[in-house]
């Protein structure tokens, strides 16, 4: 069975730093791009960053260009999301994907393995 379990969410206060883990388990995603994306109350899920498999190609979000900064250790199955600088408007809940097929994509439809998400809530 495929899991994708995400761990370091949380409350901090704005300008603070959160580091998100998730760990796949079950299967490797060996040329595969992996991603965090988010979902705020009442909201659309959008896209936050992706990695391609070699962590050589990396795509952010405008909104938190400079600030965040994805990461992958394919050796551990794991990606990371460090966020810094972080403000009250990056609060919601950061779901970590994995994609089967070749490609770098942004949509969440192209992602086809999910985590159950991890809360993250910036104080103002």
């Known amino acids: 069975q495929v899991q994708l379990v995400e761990s370091g969410g949380g409350l901090v206060q704005a300008g603070g730093s959160l580091r998100l883990a998730c760990a796949a388990s079950g299967r490797t995603f060996t040329g595969n791009s992996m991603g965090w994306f988010r979902q705020a109350p009442g909201k659309e899920r959008e896209v936050v960053a992706i990695i391609s498999w070699s962590g050589g190609t990396t795509f952010y979000t405008d909104s938190v260009k400079g600030r965040f900064a994805i990461s992958r250790d394919s050796a551990k199955n794991t990606v990371y999301l460090q966020m810094n600088s972080l403000k009250p408007e990056d609060t919601a809940v950061y779901y970590c994907?994995?994609?089967?097929?070749?490609?770098?994509?942004?949509?969440?439809?192209?992602?086809?393995?999910w985590g159950q998400g991890t809360q993250v809530t910036v104080s103002s």
């Open positions: 994907a994995a994609r089967t097929d070749l490609g770098l994509f942004t949509t969440p439809r192209a992602f086809h393995y």
